[in-house]
């Protein structure tokens, strides 16, 4: 009979908020991820968002400030995509994330009016690759389930080593995580199609675990009510739906219903108290609601909402932060490509503004933690204390002691020997948390679940976050539209792997065309803008070119490989094209078969190396455009050759396996080999740290892409360090800055690009925000570094060449004094654009170096001789606050305020100066 019961939330209403109510300047992108792209506190929404610098996160309030706005704000906290985000179900501004950078960190969030922490609280590093998913555990504080590519994770933040464990590795892709409402189960679904529950305290495999998902596409998986668990996917017709299963019988469903064929994941929210489910089609412009029961009819659709936008992402608002005097049963918040929109589920009631509707509002979950993560781990199932929603019975916050002393860690005292608190205080109680929004950098009242004892300095707190490099918050931002160059048409986008795709110079680009005759388009940078509809004058290469480069030292010459096994040296006249050339400076042949690619010597002019399909490489003199040398030794496909700094040293890597260095001058064998990348698809080297190691970016046997770093002394020993990156097709091109020991790796085809500091010890790789670019590139090549503007802090620029456009990108370090040249990040740089010798004395055996200067402006004075501020209160002292003033001396107060605004009273008004006119001049 459970079927004609009629339920109090049949007829819930959904308000969608006004639209001066929404909140905007959101940029959430259209990148997907496994988790969360928005999640919500009591007080706080955090959500993704793309932007120029990686693993951002927009951060607002729930509630508008004062004037009614919302203030949003940006965070970075990753060097890649945040790819899922988690509040504590203890504490409001306590936000967990993970990344595709391998990391979870802790963040203790403020108001977004203040200025938010730079830093987190608690990074852990798991070492299982990619991290796609983390969840707070329901009951117990420090606990955290980790996702990582096919493992789920169960973490004690205390025990920031290991985890607590580490569970089954799943078939494929972990999809989906949720922890039972009592803390004591997990479930997750898979691109295996199989659903699993695990009891992490038992055992690491399963107690129930089935094939139940009917196809592969992304699902999610949540706990409903009792026993029942809850999923969203999509059927053997790619019809998306939902489904409802005994957590004890995985076999098979209960219940199942369709919501029509659709390529956007649906996102899945669950209100327990309630019942009602909330259905987000990623896309759609579409919100349903659900009422789910443990009886027939399972599903009960309740509402059907159309939403202005498409949707990003949902999340639920906690219970706490609803207006229960209007009846306001659940509140969903929307994620847009520009907005947040916020979304009201209400009962209809009369007097719904007077009563507190008792039956809508049974007590629910509160914000004590029932036990720490130490307790759970032994066995414990305590559960969390529930709390009414009734407004005369909601906790009030109580002050602070006046007196009482804050540790240096923050939280109370406790037994430094057992290295973590075991109570079952809340992370941060109600006045901690005022404190923290006060001071973004405070960390009083945060329970030591989430740090190491109160006996370790600050300093240790410090080296258990790893060091971090100074430009991990660099920003890449593509310049004003007046700069590019656009109405590129007929490009060709079909060179090789070996090579970068275009090439430029301080003056002008090169741009291969998909033209007959090998054309080449050469753009001056001088003259941005629209370029015409007519076709433009070319360089007519007559045969296609497999790779091309400017001459470092001559911005006039251009060096052209072609697929006919010749080389040929163009002179582009002053001004740029405006004939078409025809007939090369010079020709250079002696390669048998094609050529992979071409580099000019690094300080020698005139002189030019090129690899080719006969495995040779050959050096060139342009000045009598002679073959010099051949060098010999490679048994496969040579991937790219690069000069070491002082031009002594080529290395090679070649699809044999092996990494090279040839000596040109004494010898045409190698004169060091080694282990090079395992994988085939391509790879790319450059010399950093002054020459001593060699940057190689390359796959391994999994086809994943990786970065190694060699010892350019020992070869033959193989990699220094290594790290993974990705798993992509396209071969990462690395650009690298001496001067900063940034590298900046970008590949053909993604708009991602990666970015890490390089140093010459531990850690090697040092990562820093990612830049996105609005469109997939077709090459990245970067100008020297006179073309950086040091007044805003740009340590690289370099020319972004989309499908019809060439658009230079900045790339910026964040600081606050700009009016001062920042020579900590410019040293002195060489002047790469001017030979340090000519071909013929390098081949007589001389050596030679840039000279080198500084870019400090001289209207500009060094940060290191800034005249040193005195610290600045950014709030008064409490005693000014709880002194007591007389009538009197606040009365004098005002009106010096007043007079400080309009001016002395004692001043004559301006009128007072005015002389008038004669009575008799006035008319009768």
């Known amino acids: 009979m459970n079927r004609f019961k009629t339920s109090k ?7 969608i908020a006004k639209k001066d109510e929404w909140i905007n300047n959101v940029r959430a992108g259209s990148f997907s991820c496994q988790g969360s792209r928005i999640k919500a506190s009591s007080k706080l ?5 793309e932007q120029a610098g990686g693993g951002m996160l927009g951060l607002s309030s729930v509630k508008p400030g004062s004037d009614g706005q919302w203030t ?3 965070i970075s906290c990753h060097s890649d995509l945040v790819t899922d985000m988690d509040f504590s179900p203890f504490d409001e501004s306590l936000l967990a994330t993970c990344s595709g950078d391998e990391t979870v960190k802790l963040w203790r969030l403020c108001d977004p009016e203040l200025q938010q922490p730079s830093s987190p609280l608690l990074t852990v590093r798991p070492g299982q690759g990619k991290l796609e998913l983390v969840l707070f555990h329901p009951t117990s504080s420090g606990l955290l389930a980790v996702g990582a590519n096919k493992s789920p994770l169960i973490w004690d933040t205390c025990r920031q080593e290991t985890p607590l464990a580490v569970l089954e590795q799943h078939g494929d892709q972990l999809q989906s995580l949720s922890w039972k409402q009592d803390g004591s189960l997990l479930a997750s679904s898979c691109k295996d199609k199989m659903l699993r529950v695990f009891d992490p305290r038992a055992q690491l495999t399963p107690v129930q675990s089935a094939t139940s998902l009917q196809s592969n596409k992304d699902s999610r998986i949540l706990w409903a009510k009792d026993e029942l668990l809850l999923t969203t996917g999509f059927d053997m017709m790619r019809s998306r739906e939902v489904r409802l299963w005994d957590s004890r019988k995985l076999s098979s469903s209960i219940s199942s219903t369709s919501l029509g064929i659709s390529s956007g994941m649906m996102i899945p929210l669950f209100d327990d108290d309630t019942g009602l489910l909330i259905l987000a089609g990623m896309g759609d412009a579409v919100i349903d609601c659900f009422e789910v029961t443990a009886s027939e009819p399972f599903f009960s659709q309740v509402s059907h909402c159309l939403m202005d936008t498409s949707t990003r992402g949902v999340a639920m608002v906690p219970k706490v932060a609803l207006d229960v005097l209007s009846c306001e049963v659940m509140r969903v918040l929307q994620l847009t490509d520009s907005c947040i929109v916020p979304i009201g589920y ?3 009631r009369k007097h719904s503004s007077q009563e507190f509707h008792e039956d ?6 509160g914000t004590t933690p029932a036990m720490s993560a130490e307790e759970w781990w032994k066995g414990g199932n305590k559960q969390v204390e529930k709390v009414s929603l009734r407004p005369d019975k909601q906790h009030k916050p109580k002050a602070a002691p006046a007196k009482k002393k804050e540790l240096a860690s923050g939280g109370s005292k406790e037994d430094p020997a057992r290295g973590c608190s075991t109570s079952s205080s809340p992370l941060s109680t109600p006045s901690s948390s005022a404190a923290a929004s006060r001071s973004p950098s405070s960390t009083s009242g945060l329970s030591s679940g989430f740090l190491p004892s109160p006996s370790q300095s600050t300093k240790a707190i410090q080296s258990l976050l790893g060091p971090t490099s ?5 920003q890449g931002a593509v310049t004003h539209r007046d700069t590019h160059i656009t109405n590129l048409r007929g490009l060709n986008l079909t060179t090789p792997g070996e090579s970068d795709g275009f090439c430029v110079n301080r003056h ?11 054309q080449i388009a050469i753009c001056e940078r001088s003259q941005p803008g629209r370029l015409p509809d007519t076709a433009l004058p070319t360089i007519q290469n007559s045969v296609n070119v497999v790779d091309l480069s400017w001459d470092p030292f001559d911005a006039h010459r251009l060096a052209v490989a072609g697929d006919d096994a010749k080389i040929r040296v163009w002179q582009v006249p002053k001004g740029g094209l405006k004939d078409t050339l025809t007939e090369p400076e010079v020709l250079l042949q002696g390669h048998t078969e094609k050529i992979y690619s071409i580099a000019f010597h690094p300080l020698a002019s005139g002189l030019l190396a090129s690899s080719s399909y006969d495995l040779t490489v050959r050096l060139w003199n342009l000045e009598n455009g002679e073959q010099v040398n051949l060098l010999t030794g490679h048994e496969d496909q040579i991937f790219c050759m690069a000069w070491s700094p002082d031009g002594k040293l080529l290395a090679t890597l070649s699809k044999d396996g092996k990494v090279r260095i040839y000596d040109p001058r004494k010898s045409t064998a190698p004169v060091q080999e080694g282990p090079g990348p395992e994988g085939h698809r391509g790879a790319r080297a450059v010399w950093v740290c002054e020459g001593k190691y060699l940057l190689v970016s390359g796959f391994d046997s999994r086809s994943e892409r990786k970065l190694s770093l060699y010892s350019a002394d020992s070869v033959s020993s193989g990699a220094v360090a290594s790290t993974d990156i990705d798993t992509s097709p396209s071969t990462l091109i690395p650009f690298y800055d001496p001067d900063t020991g940034v590298v900046i790796l970008s590949a053909k085809g993604e708009t991602r690009v990666h970015i890490y500091e390089i140093v010459p010890e531990d850690p090697y790789f040092m990562e820093c925000s990612s830049f996105n670019s609005p469109e997939p590139l077709k090459g990245f090549a970067f100008l020297p570094k006179s073309e950086c503007n040091v007044r805003d802090v740009e340590i690289a620029v370099g020319l972004m060449l989309t499908k019809a456009a060439i658009e230079p990108v900045a ?10 040249f920042q020579d900590d990040v410019y040293t002195d740089t060489a002047v790469c654009w001017e030979p340090a010798l000519t071909a013929s004395a390098w081949l007589s055996g001389s050596n030679g170096q840039h000279k080198k200067i500084s870019l400090k402006p001289k209207d500009m004075t060094p940060v290191s001789e800034a005249p040193k501020e005195a610290p600045v209160r950014k709030y008064l002292p409490s005693s000014v606050y709880l002194e007591e003033k007389t009538d009197e001396q606040k009365k004098e107060e005002l009106l010096s305020a007043m007079v400080a605004k309009l001016g002395n009273i004692d001043d004559p008004l301006p009128q007072d100066s005015f002389e008038g006119v004669d009575e008799d001049e006035w008319d009768d």
Do not use: M
């Open 470 to 474: 100074k430009f991990r918050h660099i």
């Open 9 to 15: 939330f049949k007829n819930t209403t959904p308000k």
């Open 45 to 49: 929404v955090a959500f993704t968002t």
């Open 72 to 74: 949003v704000t940006q």
């Open 346 to 348: 209400q009962v209809p």
């Open 811 to 820: 790339f910026k370090v964040p600081r606050v004094k700009k009016e001062f």
């Open 508 to 518: 002008r680009v090169a741009v291969p065309l998909a033209i007959s005759g090998g």
């Open 360 to 365: 809508l509002y049974p007590d629910t979950v």
